[in-house]
Structures are given as structure tokens and as C-alpha cells.
């Protein structure tokens, strides 16, 4: 019987080998169905990866911030030593791995308490409510006037960012998104890596903005081509369409978080603010309390980096959507690149089908058509 038993098992685990060899021969070789193979690993690496992503999120997002007087911190750097972490994560004082809660000092005075035993650890430093730098007293005469320049310390604050996406390119929208990012949330999303969309790739961007688009109130305005195209020809500038979809996103987001208010709005500049607000005359609600104007506001507050990232992609997959339709890649910008596409789109499509994909008042249109006549000889 054990005889049996034992033999058994034997058989079973060659089976095993042999199955494991056969999969890892397969795996190395080049053919169809190895590619499909090759797919599917990818494939489920990437959800995995995602998984992980999203965890480490939901951790963050249970997490308890105290901000600290450096002493403090300190304090705590000599009281965690023998836990200390080598080296240190970007931008932070120390950081030490408990067996159930990760503590993380950044330079900003926030301190990050992470896993089963937060609530434990941070006890032990005190007051748990974050302090909010409140921005300074204002005087009854300057409310509701736009600054040229943003209040001291406005980093640190509560902030609703506002950045905008595909004004300069030729195919796709313009995409306008407002963000509110809270003061506790800033070290998770430093931490998840959100900066300026300009400094970021593409599949980062998307990775971000899947996991800020669930963690953040915000609001996205998509001004389509056709309707982009309607109105420019009827007379509006460029200025004002971005102006009144800046507006109308900061407003959807104020109504999202109400009553809770911001403690400031920051919108990253394309105007002077009083062409700004010159722009939404006839608007029947303007925001225009606590509102900031800064160029490479994105470096300012990482309200407007979060706005940016989830505008560029909503642009993204505006052009992933054109380029299903036109069948072909489409590609971004204003350059060349974009008058061969567009070409390349007349002779397949049409001319009637272009404004639904590109501005029509860009010089490219008129380099487009002449070099689809050109190509039909
Ligand atoms: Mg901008």
C-alpha cells in the first residue's frame, strides 16, 4: 500500500517536471502560439502590478499624517533607529520599517503612518488631526480679487488645481480638469509619483491617473472638435473657451466637495487674471474667491500636477479613440508628422470627416489638403 502510495506520488511529480519543461521549452520559442502565450504573461504580470499599485493605495489611504517641528522628527529618528530604512525615499528625513506600520518624516514636517499599527505608533507623537497651514487673514476689500501672486505656503494647503490639455495639437479636444487635492493627501501623492505631464511618459501617466481618478474629486470638461470648431467659428477665441471650461470644472468640483470649501484655487495661467475673468462676463457663476493665477502652477501645488495628469489622460484616450476610427495611429502635436495623418485621413475618409477630428483654424488643414491632392495624382 505504501509501496503503491509512494509510486504514485512519483509519477505525479515527473508529470509535473516533464509539464514544467514542456511549458518553460515552449515559453523560450518563437512562434504564434508562443507569442499568445507571451501575451498572456505579460498580460497578468501587468494586472498584478496594477493589484499591488491599488493595495499600497488603499493602505496610504488609511494612513495618519502628523506634521512636526523638526525636533520632533528627530526625536522620533533616534526612538525608531534600530528600524531605520537605508536609504531614505526622496524628500524625506528618515523613514523606519516597523513589523506592522512604516514611518515615513518628510522634510515638509509631515509624518506618514502606515499599516495595522498607524493608529499605535502615531499615538505615541500625539496630536493626530494634521495641522492645515490656513492661508493668511485676508482684509473684508480683497476678497473675491484674482492675485498675481499665490499666498506664502500655499503648498501645504488644501487646493483645487486647474490645468488644461490639447490646445496646441491639431487631432483631439481640448481637455480641462479641475482637482482637489487636500493637504493629508499630499504626501500620497508625491509618494505615487505625480508631478507635471509634461515631465511624465505616457503609460506613467496612465498608470497614475487610474489610481488618483478614484482617490481625488475632480472634474473634466472635454470640448470635442466639432463643437470646438462651431464656436471658434462663430468667434470665440481660444482664451475664452479655456477660460469658461477652467470655470466651469473648478465650479463641479466646489459642488462635489461642498460645504467644505478650499483653502485656495490655483489655476495655471493662460491669461492675465483680468482678461480671465473678462472672458466670463455673461457666465452666470463665476469662481472667483480664493483664486490664484501662476504660470508652471504644476510646481506650485500638486493639485494642479493631479489636473494636469488626469487631463493628459483624458487626452490620451481621446487620440486612442480617433486613431481606432480613423484606423491608423493618430498622432499629437502641430508638426509635420500631423499634416501627413491628416492627409493620409482625407484620402480614406474624406474631407467632410475632418472636423470631427482636428481644429480646422490650424494652419495644418490647408498643408493637409494640399498634400492629400498632391498624394491623389
Ligand atoms: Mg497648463
Redo the contacts with the bound molecule.
Keep these: 500500500m505504501v509501496w503503491a502510495f509512494r509510486a504514485h506520488n512519483d509519477v505525479l511529480l515527473s508529470i509535473n517536471i516533464y509539464a514544467y519543461s514542456a511549458f518553460m521549452y515552449i515559453r523560450q520559442r518563437k512562434g504564434p502560439f508562443q507569442r499568445i502565450l507571451q501575451t498572456i504573461i505579460t498580460r497578468t504580470e501587468k494586472v498584478e502590478k496594477q493589484k499591488k499599485l491599488y493595495r499600497n493605495v488603499v493602505q496610504l489611504l488609511g494612513n495618519i499624517v502628523l506634521q512636526c517641528q523638526m525636533k520632533q522628527i528627530e526625536k522620533m529618528k533616534d526612538f525608531y533607529d534600530e528600524f531605520l530604512r537605508d536609504p531614505n525615499p526622496p524628500g524625506s528625513v528618515f523613514a523606519a520599517k516597523l513589523p506592522a506600520c512604516m514611518v515615513t518624516a518628510y522634510k515638509s514636517g509631515k509624518v506618514l503612518f502606515q499599516g495595522n499599527d498607524a493608529e499605535k505608533e502615531a499615538e505615541r507623537w500625539g496630536n493626530r488631526s494634521p495641522a492645515v497651514n490656513k492661508p493668511a487673514v485676508k482684509t473684508a476689500g480683497q476678497k473675491s480679487a484674482a492675485k498675481g501672486t499665490v499666498p506664502p505656503g500655499i503648498a501645504q494647503m488644501s487646493v483645487i488645481g486647474s490645468?488644461?490639455v490639447g490646445t496646441g495639437d491639431f487631432f483631439g479636444p481640448i481637455t480641462v480638469v479641475a482637482a482637489y487635492v487636500k493637504n493629508e493627501n499630499i504626501p500620497l501623492l508625491k509618494e505615487l509619483g505625480v508631478k507635471d505631464s509634461k515631465d511624465l511618459n505616457d503609460p506613467k501617466i496612465i498608470e497614475i491617473a487610474k489610481i488618483i481618478k478614484d482617490v481625488i474629486p475632480y472634474s473634466l470638461m472635454t470640448l470635442k472638435n466639432e463643437k470646438y470648431n462651431q464656436v471658434q467659428s462663430s468667434g470665440m477665441s481660444q482664451g475664452k473657451m479655456k477660460a469658461i471650461l477652467h470655470n466651469q470644472a473648478i465650479l463641479n468640483v466646489l459642488g462635489k466637495i461642498g460645504p467644505e470649501k478650499p483653502d485656495a484655487i490655483l489655476v495655471?495661467q493662460?491669461v492675465q487674471a483680468s482678461t480671465y475673468f473678462q472672458h466670463l462676463k455673461g457666465q452666470k457663476s463665476i469662481a472667483n474667491e480664493n483664486i490664484y493665477f501662476s504660470t508652471k502652477a504644476e510646481g506650485i501645488h500638486l493639485a494642479v500636477a493631479a489636473a494636469?495628469i488626469l487631463a493628459r489622460y483624458a487626452f490620451i484616450q481621446y487620440i486612442d479613440k480617433l486613431s481606432k476610427a480613423a484606423g491608423f495611429t493618430i498622432p499629437k502635436g502641430a508638426g509635420a508628422q500631423v499634416d501627413e495623418a491628416a492627409a493620409k485621413l482625407i484620402l480614406k475618409k474624406g474631407r467632410d470627416v475632418l472636423p470631427a477630428y482636428v481644429k480646422l483654424h490650424f494652419a495644418n488643414t490647408e498643408k493637409a489638403i494640399k498634400l492629400a491632392a498632391k498624394k491623389r495624382k
Excluded: K, Q, V
Design positions: 490645468d488644461e495655471d493662460f494636469s
